[in-house]
């Protein structure tokens, strides 16, 4: 059995920029993948599809979002060629990345079966007939299948490649709490006196990231008051991780993760074991990874 890895996210900046009619609201965002990854297999074994996952909280019924990816693509397959290659499949995955913490665990799992089963089955899909399927597993998806760092617009599904990425390191911190990202949407004040704060074109590709990291005004989340007054725990957690790395940190996605960059791979090495030592009781995980490709 093949084990694939199955990358984080952060969003290193993320505005919510209005809200379409259905409910859904529009965001743009810098979304870069983590080295930090589950590991995820999948054998032709068992009693048709499910999940074995290494995490008590993850549910291994068809309510998985890896479960539903494979169930989408033997769909798909049929649908597209008359027949698939297997009824049966048991996905083992081995959580590294939190649960719930904003880091899109879920459909990171969901992208990686959806690439190994085209890969597995001769590619009858194109990469962007696999980002289509995806998104109607959710708007992460299609970020994950794409397998970069990428400017996301829309609901999180449109899609610019970032070129100009520095290779920076992050400390990522979790605080062991849950952030509903619905119940987050559902807190953001968007009424009729919102006025969007960003104005980036992501057509200009171009990073404000130099050695100092200068683009530091840039990053800014639109979610991190809602999701700080529903669950405490996170504002906390930022401002104990600030004190101690005297540093700017910031939050990804809906939370309840946080994160610190560092252009400096050794000093992020040296401030991750202080961190470790000293780290306070609304720190539950702590992790050092690098923002980029999985390829080191």
Do not use: W
Not at 119 to 147: K, Q
């Amino acid at each position: 059995m093949q084990v694939r890895l199955s990358p984080a996210k952060i969003n290193l900046f993320l505005y919510v920029t209005g809200r379409r009619a259905d409910g859904y609201h529009e965001l743009f965002s810098l979304m870069a993948p983590l080295t930090l990854a589950d590991r995820l297999g999948i054998e032709r074994s068992g009693n048709g599809i499910r999940a074995v996952c290494s995490h008590p909280d993850v549910p291994e019924d068809d309510t998985n979002l890896a479960c539903r990816a494979a169930v989408l693509f033997r769909a798909a397959m049929i649908d597209k060629k008359g027949d698939c290659v297997f009824d049966h499949l048991t996905i083992h995955i081995e959580k590294k990345i939190p649960v719930c913490g904003g880091l899109g665990g879920g459909s990171s799992n969901a992208a990686c079966v959806l690439l190994a089963l085209n890969e597995y089955s001769e590619t009858p899909f194109s990469t962007d007939e696999l980002m289509r399927l995806g998104l109607t597993l959710g708007a992460d998806v299609p970020f994950f299948i794409s397998g970069g760092p990428a400017f996301a617009s829309g609901v999180g599904e449109k899609l610019v490649p970032c070129t100009q990425m520095p290779r920076l390191s992050v400390i990522v911190v979790t605080p062991g709490v849950p952030a509903s990202t619905r119940n987050v949407f559902k807190k953001l004040e968007f009424g009729l006196t919102f006025i969007p704060s960003c104005i980036i074109k992501p057509s200009s590709n171009v990073l404000p990231f130099g050695k100092e990291l200068d683009g530091r005004e840039f990053l800014h989340n639109d979610l991190e008051r809602p999701a700080c007054s529903l669950y405490p725990e996170i504002g906390t957690a930022k401002k104990d991780m600030a004190l101690l790395l005297r540093r700017n940190v910031y939050m990804s996605g809906s939370g309840s993760s946080l994160f610190a960059l560092y252009s400096d791979h050794n000093m992020a090495e040296r401030e991750y074991e202080k961190l470790l030592q000293v780290r306070s009781e609304n720190m539950k995980y702590v992790f050092l990874s690098r923002i980029g490709l999985l390829d080191g």
